[in-house]
Structures are given as C-alpha cells and as structure tokens.
C-alpha cells in the first residue's frame, strides 16, 4: 500500500507505513518513523526512475527542493531524538490533517 501511494501520489508512504508499523507492529513511535525512512528509501528511488523515464522531472526545481529537503531531514532527525512520543504522536496526527484538509479543499 505504501508503494501504491508514494508511486501514485509522489509521497505518501509515511502517512501509510508509520501508523502501520506502529498499531499492526507494535513499534515504537520513534523507531516507526526513523524505520518509515529506510522502508520509504527503496520505493523513492523506484517511483523516481519511472517518473525519470517518463520524463516528469523539472531539474531546476529538484535541486533547489533536494537542498532545503536535506536541511529540513537534518533538523528534523535532530528534533526527533529530542521530542517525547506524545508530542511527536500529536505533531505527526496534527501534520496529517493538515495535510488531508490541504488536498481536499
């Protein structure tokens, strides 16, 4: 299902593979979402090959996003080690529906 979106979508794997890991797995909150980053990897890198192939991409804009993209990880993995799991459960429930209310409206 996480393929299915990140491929269909552009993104998506997160919202599906986190709660997955969580509820159905048992995992921990942080473990779930630093793990989401290494499950999310491979299916990027494939999505991203077909939609190369199909000539979808802009470069201009990739390596400008790409930059401020790897920024943000490192901020955000630095915050991640310092946020206790109710917040980041609270954050991330937050972050989803915003998200959700974005592509409805």
Request: hydrophobic share 60%.
């Amino acid at each position: 299902m996480a393929g299915l979106c990140n491929g269909f979508f552009g993104s998506g794997g997160g919202t599906i593979v986190v709660p997955a890991m969580v509820h159905l797995l048992g995992m921990k909150e942080h473990d779930a979402h630093a793990t989401a980053l290494a499950v999310i990897l491979p299916l990027t890198a494939i999505s991203s090959f077909v939609y190369f192939k199909s000539g979808f991409f802009e470069w201009d804009v990739i390596w400008k996003v790409a930059a401020g993209g790897a920024l943000g990880g490192l901020v955000g993995a630095w915050i991640l080690d310092r946020i206790s799991p109710y917040w980041l459960r609270k954050v991330f429930g937050l972050f989803m529906i915003i998200a959700a209310i974005r592509m409805i409206a």
